[in-house]
């Protein structure tokens, strides 16, 4: 998963991916559990959903959605969003049903248990912040029905039984004829309506975790389907407006899977990867949490409509490369906890270092690599990644803080595992490159866990950096036991050093909602009212302006700044470029003013990555390993 930078910065501001293997009942895993969703049916925004689990041998049954999925790091209580749950008996009488929490029910007499049926709210329309820093779906893990785009995170439909979990599944989805309609999950059929407004079409799951894996969206969508050397690529998009299309975004996304194929090199792939792109627009009950969410074999993602083709093309370069290249981790090198999860009360590895941060760095260091960005760019993302950690605690343990992920004050600092995570893979990458003389890296050794364990063999967590050590040099033991396990921060110019870096200070570009990486604007949670801190003097293009700090924000561009609507309207002056004219009411002592201006370049105090005067030819040699291999 990854998150876009405002929805947590926004969050953080204005608010102050050790399991047991269950045992299965196999006389009534006989026959798959039969799922159906009507999307003809929708009521109200929701969905009915009919769960038929076929002949149940035991008294009681216990019936579940996820409170947690996998990838998401955080509770989302899909069972919330069911409505009118009734189980019914073969002669369509009411069962007895207990709700035991949030997302379980019991259900008694089960022996006559016939089906489950419920209806489905979706969670886009409903959300408060995007589930960044709350108990509700990320956006690209959440749900939409609308009339004319359907995201299916199956997830959130189809919930499992307690003694069901490895039952297969069979899945029927019944939807407009003039659809569009992708996904993965393996198609074994469809039929037309007689009146042929309705296809239902049918597919096939091994395991609930192959619902949970294989989203779909169905709608007004734009599919292109091509081929990136031997990866079938799908990729679908719904914009509202149609300001973007597959067709817009196809260069940018086989140029981006090229650069990746040809960094991976020989390492295991897939024949097919899914891309969903869903454009929100800017109505109060679009989604807010941008970002993505990974699957093995494919991505959800969640951005703004109204950003430039220039922007979303950078943002999906960064945001897919970052999904796509999960497939390293966890799809082929992952522990117990990752194989066995449970989806009610999960357990969470100590190595999100190594399944986020690895990944983010991967996403970043192939653009370098590969020639999709300059050396200049890779070092201001790498110290981008620095300064944003250091807003965080940076001397907390990396394993106990993964760990631990759901409970405070581990889960505020969650974020920092595409910031010092990523870092983290910079450091052991140099340090590996540095040893081998150039001969291996991160990527190296990724592909040497991937060989010895694979999709279906997961690690012991408490037995990886032990193996990692074993597997490479005693300084790559040493550091992740210092900086990893340990709680001592990393001294980021020891590993420039050896490539013949610095770290300077300097002026440097920054955007308009932002010093550096600090936010310039501040809350008042009692009248809800956004105003510019006394950081935003430290921004050129706002000190032009003359603002001043407590300057409170009412309008931008005409549209009013309230908490609800600041993920939206920040988010959009994130991506404000220069020459753009822009126009602000404010109230300054309780006396409204209004300001207009053309943007120009903004600027704060910052740090530049660059290189020393006169670099050794060591350090030279060992800075070409690692940026151009």
């Not at 796509?324 to 100590?350: A, G, M």
């Not at 020891?494 to 610095?502: I, N, Q, R, S, T």
Request: hydrophobic letters at 35%; charged letters at 20%.
């Amino acid at each position: 998963m990854k998150s876009f930078i405002y929805s947590f910065i926004l969050a953080a501001a204005l608010v102050g991916c050790k399991s047991t293997v269950k045992t299965t009942n196999d006389l009534d895993v006989s026959n798959p559990i039969v799922t159906s969703i009507n999307l003809m049916e929708v009521k109200d925004d929701k969905a009915p959903v009919v769960i038929n689990p076929g002949r149940i041998t035991l008294d009681e049954v216990v019936y579940r959605l996820p409170r947690v999925v996998q990838g998401t790091y955080s509770v989302s209580d899909f069972g919330k969003y069911i409505d009118d749950l009734v189980a019914l008996d073969y002669n369509g009488n009411p069962l007895t049903v207990n709700k035991i929490d949030e997302n379980s029910w019991s259900v008694s007499d089960a022996t006559k248990l016939d089906k489950i049926e419920y209806y489905v709210n979706d969670t886009f329309d409903i959300e408060a912040g995007g589930g960044i820093g709350g108990e509700q779906p990320f956006s690209p893990a959440g749900t939409n029905i609308q009339e004319d785009n359907y995201v299916l995170n199956l997830h959130g439909f189809i919930g499992y039984f307690d003694h069901l979990k490895s039952a297969q599944y069979t899945l029927d989805i019944a939807a407009p004829a003039d659809f569009v309609r992708t996904s993965a999950l393996q198609e074994t059929g469809s039929s037309t309506s007689a009146d042929g407004k309705t296809i239902t079409t049918s597919y096939y799951a091994p395991r609930y975790f192959d619902i949970t894996d294989n989203p779909m969206m169905y709608g007004d969508l734009d599919v292109e389907t091509f081929k990136v050397g031997d990866i079938n690529i799908v990729l679908s998009v719904y914009s509202p407006n149609k300001v973007h299309s597959a067709t817009s975004l196809k260069e940018t996304v086989v140029k981006m899977m090229e650069g990746q194929k040809a960094y991976l090199g020989d390492i295991d792939s897939t024949p097919r990867y899914d891309i969903y792109i869903y454009l929100a627009g800017q109505g109060p009950e679009e989604p807010k949490g941008f970002g993505a969410l990974e699957h093995h074999t494919s991505t959800v993602v969640v951005m703004p409509e109204a950003m430039d083709a220039n922007s979303l093309s950078k943002s999906i370069t960064d945001i897919v490369a970052h999904e796509f290249f999960h497939i390293v981790t966890p799809l082929s090198v992952h522990s117990e906890d990752v194989h066995y999860f449970d989806y009610n009360e999960p357990t969470f590895s100590k190595h999100l270092w190594m399944y986020e941060g690895v990944t983010e760095y991967f996403a970043q260091h192939f653009q370098v690599y590969k020639g999709l960005v300059t050396e200049d760019e890779f070092y201001a993302e790498m110290v981008s990644k620095i300064t944003s950690s250091l807003t965080m605690d940076d001397a907390m343990s990396f394993t106990t803080m993964s760990e631990n992920v759901l409970e405070e004050p581990y889960a505020s600092n969650y974020y920092n595992v595409y910031q010092k995570g990523a870092l983290i893979g910079m450091c052991i990458d140099i340090l590996m490159r540095e040893q081998s003389n150039g001969q291996r890296s991160m990527l190296s050794l990724m592909k040497e866990l991937s060989l010895k364990y694979g999709k279906n063999k997961p690690f012991t967590d408490d037995d990886l950096i032990a193996e990692i050590t074993a597997m490479t040099y005693p300084e790559v033991g040493d550091f992740l036991k210092t900086h990893v396990e340990g709680t001592t921060p990393i001294n980021y110019g020891d590993f420039f050093e050896k490539v013949g870096l610095v770290l300077a200070e300097e002026q440097v570009k920054t955007n308009y909602i932002q010093s550096g990486q600090a936010f310039i604007f501040g809350a008042n949670q009692q009248t809800g009212e956004i105003y510019f801190s006394e950081l935003a003097l430290q921004n050129s293009f706002w000190a032009s302006q003359d603002i001043q700090a407590n300057d409170v924000i009412k309008k931008v561009n005409g549209t009013e700044l309230t908490m609800e609507a600041a993920q939206m309207i920040l988010g959009q002056m994130y991506m404000w470029q220069p020459g753009m004219e822009i126009e602000l009411e404010l109230e300054r002592a309780s006396e409204p003013f209004t300001l207009k201006a053309t943007l120009t370049e903004a600027y704060s105090k910052g740090v530049k990555l660059q290189s020393v005067e006169t670099p050794s030819e060591a350090q030279l040699a060992l800075r070409a390993a690692w940026l151009k291999g």
